[in-house]
């Protein structure tokens, strides 16, 4: 119990000019208390009402916590949950120097609240039960499942099936935490994932680790962002796989090659201006000459979509001009695609690596080289809703 009593809870809701709403956010922090028999839970506010995080992080230290774990209560998964929120608590924290803490996925996805979400329409509506059967993860089998390029809505059904019957979930750096909550909870969450220049897993041990948990019986997902056999080094886990004798199968997945332009309004091939497509990696093997070769091959594609290579854009639109493509070719580069926080960078090959610079891009991105950037400025859908939903809710903030 004197463990219990220096953990503190603080259960952050939106803030709404309306009392009632505010209302709702603190019984849900006395229920949330009681329920989980928490001594030290205090209720804030994103904005407009008091507490604000600030301030119910102080109370918690006031009242003996040592540790705060922030609980985002039904805020959004975008914005609020990646940018505001973590913002706000990190300086926070800083005024108390030995207390710890950590910041809980948000709810709005859950797989729970999804299931409570149908049942409320259904008994409501009088909708037909959903028939669809769920198509299992067997035991001892290695599923090598695509993730998408990161909204978790782009994640395919078969894969959304084998997260849900899943033993052990081996999962990468790109893969969103959102996807994640399909796995039950007695799944095991393995993280080997690569970023680059910093620490990773190397892929002979991410083969082994594989085979082990299959030969125990486990039902293994192998979780990558993007599609498995697109740069995603599936093909190399397949064939360990088939080399130990371990049964396995590949879902696909949406790549972020094709659905990152997309929702920046960047059609890969257009009848009018591109009939070709070329897709390739900015870093093989570590190897930034063979980059410059492929490039050098590939650089009469109408399009290019080069992925993970951003730490390099200015020598490969260097090597692009140096292969004859015109200085003034239409280019832009795409950071965190298909997220509320995606940034859109365009310019030309001459003066896109200036333009990523100052605009402060960095990794992971996509970068897309060809005639269809153009198109951009008249098709770039999610961007204009993203900014419409942002003014609806600056609207009901006021009201």
Known sequence: MRGETKTGVLVVGHGSRREEANHDVREAARRIGERGGFRLVEAAFLEIEHPNIAEGFKRLVERGACNVTVHPYFLSPGRHTRGDLPREVREAAQCYPGVSYQITEPLSAHPLVIEASLERIRETANFPTNTRTVDEAKPGMVYLVGAGPGDPGLLTLRARDLLTTCDVVVYDYLVDPEVMQFAPPHAERIYVGKVGGGKHTPQGEINQLLIEQARTG?????????????????????????????????????????????????????????????????????????????????????????????????????????????????????????????????GTLQSIANEAKSSGMRPPGVIIIGEVVRLRERLKWFEKELAESAELSAVFAEV
């Open 218 to 346: 486990r039902r293994v997902v192998r979780l990558k962002g993007g599609d498995p056999f697109l740069f995603g080094r599936g093909g190399e886990e397949a064939e360990a796989l088939y080399e130990a004798g371990i049964s396995f199968e590949v879902v696909p997945g949406i790549s972020s090659a094709l659905a990152v332009p997309a929702y920046a309004g960047i059609p890969l091939t257009h009848r009018e201006v591109s009939s070709s497509v070329a897709i390739l990696t900015g870093a093989r093997a570590g190897d930034i000459n063979d980059v410059s070769a492929a490039l050098a091959d590939l650089s009469r594609a109408d399009t290019i979509v080069i992925l993970m290579g951003v730490a390099n854009l200015r020598l490969i639109a260097d090597d692009l001009i140096a292969s004859g493509r015109d200085p003034e070719t239409p280019a832009a580069v795409i950071r965190w695609g298909t997220y509320e926080t995606q940034q859109t960078v365009t």
